[in-house]
């Protein structure tokens, strides 16, 4: 079987890999996110999504050119925005509010590079229904929400205590979580990374 890398730091990713059974390297890449965001504004959230994953599997893939590298990044639309994470529970607390009573999208881009070059990429979008929360329950999620607050764009874990903010979701589940596992799963399989 081919050696594969996931250009990511991210915990969940490395979970779904994990518990899918997939061998697999860790390798995060540095790209320069902001840069890349500020270079190319002009492409839509999802564009973005693949962009960044394909900058992350290349620079990883220049240093391991044997390997298939795999590059993920997800980014979040609100009314039609671009949003980045937050640095502190202030601008968290913001953004829930903003939220609220709101649909918001997630756009999940995945590349798989060998050798420098790319031989794959995948886009799903799921789109997330935030239910119309009390200020009680906000005080409560935001008291025990913890680095999720400021992990990710949307301030909230899905799989975990983020999912009691949703009343509606349309995507699936790997997706939401930033790495759509069955068509992963059937390059893998293509590429020589998995059995077929």
Same mark, same amino acid.
């Given at each position: ?49 693949? #962009? $960044? ?8 893939? %220049? +240093?391991?050119?044997? &390997?298939?590298?795999?590059? /993920?990044? =997800? ?6 925005? #671009? $949003? ?8 968290? %607390? +913001?953004?829930?509010? &903003?939220?609220?009573?709101? /649909?918001? =999208? ?91």
């Amino acid at each position: 079987m081919s050696r594969l890398i996931l250009a990511s730091g991210s915990q969940i990713r490395r979970q779904i890999l994990q518990d899918a059974g997939i061998a697999f390297e860790t390798i995060k890449s540095d790209v320069d996110e902001d840069a890349l965001k500020s270079q190319h504004a002009g492409l839509s959230p999802a564009e973005m999504a693949v #962009l $960044l994953a394909h900058a992350k599997a290349s620079q990883v893939s %220049r +240093q391991n050119p044997d &390997a298939y590298v795999l590059g /993920a990044d =997800q980014t979040m639309e609100l009314d039609g925005q #671009l $949003l980045d994470k937050l640095p502190n529970r202030d601008l968290a %607390r +913001q953004r829930l509010l &903003a939220m609220r009573g709101q /649909a918001h =999208q997630l756009h999940a881009g995945l590349a798989l590079v060998r050798g420098g070059e790319p031989v794959w990429q995948h886009q799903q979008s799921s789109t997330l229904w935030v239910r119309p929360f009390t200020d009680e329950f906000l005080g409560h999620y935001l008291d025990r929400a913890g680095d999720e607050l400021t992990a990710s764009v949307g301030a909230y874990a899905f799989e975990g205590l983020g999912a009691q903010l949703f009343e509606r979701v349309d995507g699936e589940f790997h997706a939401v979580l930033g790495l759509p596992l069955v068509p992963l799963l059937g390059a893998l399989r293509e590429h020589g990374v998995l059995l077929k």
